[in-house]
Structure formats: C-alpha cells, structure tokens
C-alpha cells in the first residue's frame, strides 16, 4: 500500500503538469486569437510621447493611441499629424478633463497701453498670466471670460493646471493725433487735457468767436497718416467733408452730441437723438460716475450698429463701421464734471474713460506678430484641429501590460513543468 | 453742453461780495465778443463746498484780510489740482494792504509761490493782443491805492498752466459797473476779462 506521501505525489505533479499546459493553452489563444492590428497599436501616454513619437517614427506603426492628460505642444501635434498623414492612424482621448483655453492679445491703441488681454476659460478657472520676464498676475476666470490689459515683455504666457497658450509678442503700434474740433467750452478743454495726460498728441481746434479759432486744429491734415482719431464736439462741424472722408480711409470719429444733431455731419453716426436724460442725482460721487451726467439716448438707424452703452434699456453710446473707419456716437454729455466734481480718483478715472474711448476707434494698422514659432494662443482647440476628436481605444486598457502578461506565462510553464520533473526526480521516478 | 457760468467764490473771513457788478459786466463782454455759450447770470459758490467744484473759473475778491478755513483750504486744493483756475483780484489796490499780505499768504500755502507772470504769456493774447502785459486801470493811473502802477499780474503754475492768477490792480473797481454804460467808453475797459475767460476755457 503506498504511503500518503508517495500518494499525493502524482497529484501535484498532475497539477504542475496541467498548470503548464494550460499556461501554454493561453499563450497558443493570445498568438491566435488576438487580431494582427491590434498587437501592433502602440499605446502612448503625455508623459512618454516624446519617446514613443521618436520609436513610431523609425519603425512603421498603424496606429498610435494617446491618453492625453494635458495639451499637446505646437510640436507634438504636428508631429503626430505628419505621422496621421504617413498612414499611422492616430487616436487620442483625454485622460483627465481638459481645460478650454483661449487667449487673445490685441495691442491697445493707446500711448503705452499694452496688450488688451481676453482669456476664455471655464467658469471659475485659476489663471496665471505671465511674460518672458515672469508671472505677471494671478487671477479666476468670472463666468468663463477675463479682460485685462498689461503692459507684456516679449510673449505673453497664461497658464492653468494642464493647458498653456502663447501668444507670440506684437509689433507696438504708432501713435498719432488725436484732434479735437469745438466750441471753447469746459468740455472740449477736459477732454483734451485728459487725452494729453494719458499720452496722445492732442491737436485742439476751439472756436471762441467767429473767425476765431484756438489751436492748430483747423488746419492740420485729416488722414490716416498724421491722425489716429477725431473728436467732433459740437454742430458747428466746419470740417464734416474733411471727417467723412477721413472715416471712409480708415480713420475713427467720436461724435459728440453736438456733432450728431449737425446735419452735416450727422449720416455718420447712423442714430438719432430720442430723448435728453438728466444726471442722476448724487451718482457722480458713486462707484458708476456716468450714471451722473447727462445724457440723449438714441433711436439706432443702422442695424450694424453696436451698442457699447445703456442708460436704462436706451442706447447711449453706439458705434459702428463707415466705409473702412469706425464711428462712435456718444450721447454721454459734459464728462468733465465727472472729473472736477466727482469722487477721489475722477481725474484718472476720467483721464482712462477718454483714453479708452478714443482707442476703441482709433486707427491703427495692421501689425503682425514678429514670432510666431511654437506659440499657441488656443492649444485645446488646435489639438481637436490637428487630431481631430477624441476617439475610443481599439485596445481596451488591460490591468497588466501585455509584455508581463506574456513573462507570468512563461514563468508559470517553466515553473510547472521544472517542479513536475523535479518532484519525479525526487520520489525516484524517471 | 453746458454754458460758461461766471461764479464768485464766497470765503468765510472779509468782503468776497466787494464788486457785484463785475460778474454781469464780464458776462456781457463774452457774450458780446465770442460765441462761447454763457449764462446770462453769473453765481456765487461757497469756497468750503464741493458745489464750487462745478465752476472751473472761480473769481475771488474783497478789501479785508483773507484766512482760509481748513474746508477752503481742502477744497481749493481739489480744485486746482483738477484743473480749474482761480483769479483772485486784490480790491484795495494795495500791496501793504490787509487782503494783499493775506491772500498771497493763504494762496502760497495751497497753490505754492506766487511769481510774476512773463507780459510775453498765452494769457495777453488769448483772445484781444496786450503787447504790454496786463492793461492798466484807471485806479492805479490816478494814484489810489498804493499809488503804484503794477506792470505784472502774479500767478502759481500748475504745470504750464495758470492756476492761480494774482491781480493787484484792481480790476474789481474797474471793471464794475453795469454794462450799458460800456458804450460811454472809446476803448472797452473790460477786454481783459474776456482773455482771462477764453485763457481758462482753452489751456
């Protein structure tokens, strides 16, 4: 009778036997089974593309398939799309929430303005907003949109967690004249020392009395080369021909109510005077100084208009295209008692609306950026643009890789087999 | 747009309201020789209120000593800082006088050092050409006063602008009168003034 020992010998060399055998089943199904593109995806991730590009790029691959958990950079994605166009199919799907991000920079057209920046964002999104100097501020995006202006040392830079954009540096733009054409009154002096005080060259033409004009105004040449903007003040428009044409060059007019009941210069505007509102009482001392003053709402007369500003649900600053010019109309009336009489800070409150203003229509040219190179001003759109949408994974995300799977096999084959010989060995048996 | 609306600043110590006719008679002259829109009555405004804010040509005269309150002294600060323009005429005529010793005194501390006014300055040909500077009046010709003809008016600069235009010639006699009796005039006396309005309403 056999011993339990000698017993239980044959079972666990049947075991290891089978363990063997069965691993060697597996690995037969996984070389059978498995359908030829798949084996040959390669899997890639944010962290290691860059090597991952360098071996799809030596050695042909079908297809590529990226977790994404940031954007790619302007090179990643345009060496994945040369790859795409090399007949490597190329799928990707974000790992983790992407941020939406877009930034537009446009140069201010005023005396040392900067950039206006606009940021869109999701709601509530912290920002970082840099230059080649270094962090330049730090803000959370309000309901998916931030403006700020800032003066920017070569590109611009704004990060959140997992997106960065680049906005290539932007040629400064000239800065001309600004001319004001009026009547002597506190207004058009206001206007003009706030203009001076932001920084623009400003060339004043007041009428005091007929045939007698103050400043150099009346005779400087309206046009695009020596003016960035006109401010017509008042009805009396004795160069409404030299404006018009000015505006349909290119130029920008701000046309005060004054200008806008001149029949002579009124077809500008494209509104019409509706109704004359007071000042609100005490509201020049408040946190909206505009409110204060008083102001013509308008009837609009061309639906491209743009209203700019409301008082109630009425118009009171409008603006539109004439010809290849801009043209604002501004029923907001004697803005210099916002600064004599307003709260502490009205003189540059006051000074900045003005600039502002003016540089909302000013003429400026063209400019190009200077460096475009491997800056990205939308990087989550421009990933969808380059590799289309996200797409779902042809392999499905298996918990060990493949390489181990195939090792634990082998492992298991050789273990079972060895212990089946050497238990054999070991009771005697050949 | 508003008109141009002459104001008289009301200072709580002396006599501010020493010439009211001057105010109708400067009126009268701007509306007679330019098309600057002005109301046709001028307004007195208390130096101690943000109400002379409103007014960016302040005209301030008197006989009696000249001590601003602290109020004054803040709001006169504002105001000037702002970019309006006080034109302060010394009444008496008189530079050992009480208003001339006090007025330069208070008006120093606000707007910082009164210095003659170059007769080459924008001021003198603002609207009517004084070649000479400032004209002179009929007071100094006739020995009252001081019984000195002061050839140059004062002024404290805020940048290159006047923000503060000292007189001491007297301007307040003789520019009150009422208007219609301009016409017994060969020369209008009151030209001047228009300058003084035009200078403020476009520098």
Do not use: C
Not at chain 1, 388 to 403: D, H, N, R
Not at chain 2, 25 to 49: C, E, H, K, M, Q
């Amino acid at each position: 009778m056999p011993s339990r020992r000698d017993a239980g010998v044959p079972v666990r060399e049947r075991a290891l036997r089978g363990a063997a055998l069965a691993a060697l089943v597996v690995m037969a199904a996984r070389i059978l089974l498995a359908p030829v593109s798949v084996t040959e995806v390669m899997r890639a991730s944010t962290t290691d593309l860059h090597p991952a590009l360098v071996r799809a790029t030596y050695r042909t691959v079908p297809a590529i398939e990226l977790d994404a958990a940031r954007t790619l950079t302007p090179m990643e994605r345009d060496w994945l799309r040369a790859l795409s166009r090399a007949e490597t199919t190329v799928r990707w799907r974000p790992s983790r929430s992407l941020a939406t991000l877009a930034v537009q920079a446009e140069r201010s057209v005023e005396p040392g303005g900067g950039l206006a920046i606009t940021m869109l964002a999701p709601r509530a999104m912290p920002i970082v907003v840099g230059d080649d100097d270094g962090i330049i501020d730090s803000l959370r995006t309000g309901d998916g949109a931030l403006s700020i202006a800032a003066t920017v040392t070569g590109a611009l830079h704004v990060r959140t967690d997992d997106v960065a954009a680049d906005v290539p540096r932007r040629d400064s733009l000239p800065i001309r004249s600004v001319v004001i054409i009026g009547q002597a009154t506190w207004e058009t002096k206001f206007i003009a020392a706030a203009l001076e005080e932001s920084g623009w060259p400003v060339v004043v033409s007041m009428r005091v009395a007929p045939g007698v004009v103050v400043g150099p105004g009346a005779t400087i040449p309206l046009d695009t080369t020596h003016v960035s903007a006109v401010v017509v003040l008042d009805s009396v428009a004795t160069r409404a021909a030299d404006v018009a044409r000015y505006v349909r060059s290119g130029g920008g007019a701000i046309l005060a109510m004054g200008a806008v009941l001149s029949p002579a210069i009124a077809s500008l505007a494209g509104v019409s005077p509706a109704q004359r509102l007071r000042g609100e009482l005490g509201a020049l001392t408040s946190s909206d100084p505009v409110n204060g003053l008083a102001a013509t709402t308008f009837t609009i007369r061309d639906s491209r208009s743009s209203v700019l500003d409301r008082r109630g649900s009425a118009p009171i600053v409008v603006a539109r295209r004439s010809g290849a010019g801009r043209v604002l109309a501004l029923g907001v009336e004697d803005t210099w008692r916002w600064r004599m009489a307003g709260a502490s800070g009205s003189v540059e409150a006051h000074r900045r609306w003005w600039s502002r203003t003016v540089a909302s229509v000013a003429y400026a040219p063209l400019t190009i950026a200077t460096e475009d190179g491997g800056l990205d001003a939308a990087p989550t759109a421009a990933m969808y643009a380059a590799l289309g949408a996200p797409a779902s994974f042809v392999t499905s995300p298996s918990a060990l890789p493949k390489i181990v799977v195939d090792w634990l096999l082998v492992a298991v084959i050789l273990i079972g087999l060895m212990g089946e010989w050497a238990s054999r060995r070991l009771r005697g048996a050949r | 747009m508003s008109e141009f609306i002459f104001a008289t600043a009301q200072y709580e110590s002396g006599d501010w309201d020493s010439a009211p006719l001057v105010p109708a008679n400067v009126i009268d002259s701007v509306a007679r020789y330019t098309s600057i829109p002005v109301a046709p009555v001028g307004i007195n405004v208390s130096l101690s209120s943000d109400d002379a804010l409103r007014y960016p040509l302040l005209y301030l005269t008197g006989h009696l000593p000249v001590r601003f309150t602290q109020a004054e002294r803040q709001v006169l600060a504002r105001f000037l800082g702002r970019g309006g323009m006080l034109f302060v005429d010394d009444h008496n005529h008189d530079i050992d006088g009480a208003f001339h010793k006090t007025a330069t005194e208070e008006l120093a501390r606000v707007a910082g050092p009164l210095v003659k006014l170059p007769r080459t300055h924008g001021l003198y040909r603002a609207f009517f050409v004084f070649p000479d500077g400032p004209p002179n009046t009929s007071h100094e010709l006739n020995g009252w006063g001081d019984n000195l003809i002061h050839p140059d008016l004062l002024a404290a600069m805020h940048g290159d602008r006047i923000s503060v235009l000292y007189s001491n010639k007297d301007y307040s006699s003789e520019w009150g009168y009422h208007p219609d009796n301009k016409r017994f005039f060969s020369v209008d006396n009151t030209r001047f003034a228009v300058n003084i309005v035009v200078y403020a309403l476009t520098s």
